[in-house]
């Protein structure tokens, strides 16, 4: 056919759809009763909309849709499937960060066993402190794949106060309460593995539990009562007080060998030499549980920062400690491996934060490693990133009041503390600030790990 007016087989089609459009609104008429049709059904629901602009139509959440009392399979698939989701979203930044972490203590720990017995000459087994950590961290991650979820489900979830950087409203939602199941890892595998009658680290391990045993409630009042914030910082305080006395006063009668067989020795380094404290050593002791618990507290506010800190920490003291009681550089060893399996899923974007359980049994058990050694030198290194948050509040603080006397308007020095929230408000993103608080505490871990074996 030649090119006229004439219809094909496709233009003949296309007419056919144009008329079953236009009679669409007839039909919709029809159907709905509403005389005009789609616009006037749309005008009657923004109608109601404006007549009741509170009244808001709460859709079912996806665990409403998948947990059925018979549908367990599916309420598995669906948990799997969420924490497969959140393991996508987490940005490479943060695993580089915590891979790089991993892979400096291994190599730090595999070269420090192997040249060990020339350092403190003693007889170790093959990887005494290497076997520890790896198996502490690879029962913690898995532990984490476990616990994650069937917290998420009982939405157990961090409260986020309003005077934090806006950045954080993001994390609203996020599971706590991580501390209960690496802290135990930690402690158990130290037990096995320094034996059942090490006082030393029976004596740290009960430490450790009490500290989490405060945070706990910390955490118990925070999730219960959302609009609450858990203990008041006072009665926090005095437990942590009444528990590190307590530990002084087991420390005092507690039949605790060491090399010089005498308690209460602070080692040194030379020409100071060791020096002996006598009952102030139980006073020491006591401040050194309520600075490391409320440093370490403090210090967990950004993902994996706390964690990845710790974990240097541990493997700083336990460097340390090593020529003093083999069985604490054992233990904090194993604290250090459950710390990196943590970090697992706390590092950037977290997936669930440790809480006041984690962070405040930390503390205890830093405080302890301290307490049974002597070593409150090497830990006031090791802890430096903690100290300095600790500091930057203080400073806070006090600036803000003395201004307020001086001036009769408060200003601040930093623009939020603790200092992370400073850097943060300066516009360094989170994993730049945990990156540069791990290579901080790479060195003074490094350092009071040195300062530790030369004392001794």
Same mark, same amino acid.
């Given at each position: 056919m030649g090119g006229g007016a004439g219809y094909d087989g496709h233009s003949f089609r296309l007419l056919s759809l144009l008329m079953r459009i236009r009679a669409f609104p007839r039909l919709w008429k029809t159907a709905t009763g509403f005389p005009g049709g789609i616009q006037a059904r749309t005008k009657t629901a923004d109608a109601d909309l404006i007549v009741q602009p509170s009244a808001?139509?709460?859709?079912?959440?996806?665990?409403?849709?998948?947990?059925?009392?018979?549908?367990?399979?599916?309420?598995?698939?669906?948990?799997?499937?969420?924490?497969?989701?959140?393991?996508?979203?987490r940005t490479k930044k943060g695993i580089l960060i915590s891979m790089g972490l991993v892979a400096f203590l291994l190599v730090f720990l595999l070269f420090f066993d192997w040249c060990s017995w020339r350092i403190v000459?003693?007889? %170790?087994?093959?990887?005494?402190?290497?076997?520890?950590?790896?198996?502490?961290?690879?029962?913690?991650?898995?532990?984490?794949?476990?616990?994650?979820?069937?917290v998420d489900s009982m939405r157990i979830h961090q409260v986020l106060r309003k005077e934090g950087p806006a950045s954080h409203m993001s994390k609203r939602g996020t599971p706590t309460m991580g501390g209960l199941?690496?802290?135990?890892?930690?402690?158990?595998?130290?037990?096995?593995?320094?034996?059942?009658?090490?006082?030393?680290?029976?004596?740290? &391990?009960?430490?450790?539990? &009490?500290f989490a045993a405060i945070g706990l409630l910390d955490d118990l009042l925070s999730c219960v009562k959302s609009h609450n914030y858990g203990l008041p910082g006072w009665a926090k305080l005095g437990l942590q007080v009444i528990a590190a006395t307590w530990f002084s006063f087991w420390l005092d009668s507690a039949n605790i060998t060491t090399p010089y067989n005498m308690k209460f020795l602070v080692p040194l380094p030379p020409p100071m030499g060791i020096m002996y404290l006598g009952k102030f050593y139980l006073v020491l002791t006591v401040f050194c549980f309520a600075s490391m618990t409320n440093g370490v507290n %403090?210090?967990?506010?950004?993902?994996?920062?706390?964690?990845?800190?710790?974990?240097?920490?541990?493997?700083?003291?336990?460097?340390?400690?090593?020529?003093?009681?083999p069985d604490l550089a054992v233990f904090g060893s194993s604290m250090a491996g459950a710390c990196v399996g943590f970090l697992f899923h706390n590092r950037y974007k977290?997936?669930?934060?440790?809480?006041?359980?984690?962070?405040?049994?930390?503390?205890?058990? %830093?405080a302890a490693m301290a307490a049974l050694?002597?070593?409150?030198?090497? %830990?006031?290194?090791?802890?430096?990133?903690?100290?300095?948050?600790?500091?930057?509040?203080?400073?806070?603080?006090?600036?803000?009041?003395?201004?307020?006397?001086?001036?009769?308007?408060?200003?601040?020095i930093f623009l939020m503390a603790p200092i992370h929230h400073h850097f943060e408000l300066c516009g360094i993103r989170e994993p730049i600030i945990v990156a540069g608080a791990y290579v901080l505490s790479f060195i003074l871990a490094i350092f009071a790990g040195y300062v530790g074996l030369f004392s001794s």
């Open positions: 808001d139509v709460e859709l079912r959440s996806n665990k409403e849709r998948f947990e059925t009392p018979d549908s367990s399979i599916t309420v598995a698939a669906h948990r799997f499937a969420t924490l497969r989701g959140r393991r996508k979203r000459r003693m007889p %170790l087994e093959p990887f005494f402190l290497t076997h520890p950590f790896t198996l502490s961290a690879a029962l913690s991650a898995f532990a984490g794949f476990i616990f994650v979820p069937i199941f690496f802290i135990p890892i930690g402690i158990i595998v130290a037990s096995i593995k320094a034996g059942e009658r090490s006082t030393a680290v029976s004596g740290a &391990a009960v430490a450790t539990i &009490a %403090l210090t967990d506010g950004l993902d994996g920062l706390a964690g990845g800190c710790a974990a240097l920490a541990f493997i700083g003291m336990s460097v340390a400690v090593l020529a003093i009681c977290a997936s669930i934060f440790m809480g006041d359980t984690g962070s405040v049994a930390l503390g205890g058990a %830093l050694s002597g070593m409150f030198f090497p %830990l006031f290194i090791a802890s430096g990133t903690f100290l300095v948050e600790v500091l930057s509040v203080i400073v806070q603080v006090l600036f803000k009041k003395a201004t307020e006397v001086l001036y009769g308007t408060r200003r601040r």
